[in-house]
Nanobody
Framework: QVHLVESGGGLVQAGASLRLSCADSGRSFTSYAMGWFRQAAGKERDFLAA????????NYADSVKGRFTISRDNAENTVTLQINSLKPEDTAVYYC???????????????????WGQGTQVTVSS
């Protein structure tokens, strides 16, 4: 069983950085590939980044490459998303998700994920 809880969101000014965390209280975290998504008000949930079970393979949406970094700590059952140079358009609810299958070509697809956290709000002021 996987139970994901995101944290680290908040209200920040443009140009700042944030480090979002997603913790799993279950016992099988290392079996899962993890992804980060975000959903702005009135919009669809968009893929940001994914990482395989070992942390050795990652992939990113083109729109966030160079600004976002995904990583994981299997000893702590956490996956993080470092966001630099925040922009007002980064305002959204950020979600982490887990899947047993890591296939880079489909990690963008919300339907590939089996478990989701409740989300953490990030608001960027100009």
């Amino acid at each position: 069983q996987v139970h994901l809880v995101e944290s680290g969101g908040g209200l920040v000014q443009a140009g700042a950085s944030l480090r979002l965390s997603c913790a799993d209280s279950g016992r099988s975290f290392t079996s899962y590939a993890m992804g980060w998504f975000r959903q702005a008000a009135g919009k669809e949930r968009d893929f940001l980044a994914a990482i395989d079970w070992s942390g050795g393979s990652t992939n990113y949406a083109d729109s966030v490459k160079g600004r976002f970094t995904i990583s994981r700590d299997n000893a702590e059952n956490t996956v993080t998303l470092q966001i630099n140079s925040l922009k007002p358009e980064d305002t959204a609810v950020y979600y982490c998700a887990a899947t047993l299958d890591y296939t880079p070509s489909v990690m963008w697809n919300v339907d590939e994920y089996d478990y989701w956290g409740q989300g953490t709000q990030v608001t960027v002021s100009s």
